[in-house]
Nanobody
Framework: QEQLVESGGGLVQAGDSLRLTCIAS????????MAWFRQAPGKERDFVAA????????YYADSVKGRFTISRDNAKNTVSLQMNSLKPEDTAVYYC?????????????????WGRGTQVTVSS
């Protein structure tokens, strides 16, 4: 059984919006920091956004700040990434990650569980 499942990716035009959602199945979700990372073809996996266990603290990569918003619903075991004003350089596979610790980290090695990813493609 998969523990983290992402959805919401797709093909859009520059300037459009998408909302990614990740559903977690572990009972530890509400005590876990969550994050989104992305990996473009031929590139390393990069940090995008993170949120603390309660949702009171968030952090964004400079490249998405002001355009993307991360949020969570602990009652539904979901974390979302609202992506506005998308650019072609946002094209990547987006991964949801769970850290079994309350506070987030920008390093992918700090996260314990990963989803399989969802493709986001932004055409110019």
């Amino acid at each position: 059984q998969e523990q983290l499942v992402e959805s919401g990716g797709g093909l859009v035009q520059a300037g459009d919006s998408l909302r990614l959602t990740c559903i977690a199945s572990r009972r530890t979700f509400s005590a876990s920091a969550m994050a989104w990372f992305r990996q473009a073809p031929g590139k390393e996996r990069d940090f995008v956004a993170a949120i603390s266990w309660s949702g009171s603290n968030t952090y964004y990569a400079d490249s998405v700040k002001g355009r993307f918003t991360i949020s969570r619903d602990n009652a539904k075991n979901t974390v979302s990434l609202q992506m506005n004003s998308l650019k072609p350089e946002d094209t990547a596979v987006y991964y949801c990650a769970q850290r079994e610790y309350m506070h987030y980290d920008v390093r992918d090695v700090a996260y314990n569980y990963w989803g399989r990813g969802t493709q986001v493609t932004v055409s110019s």
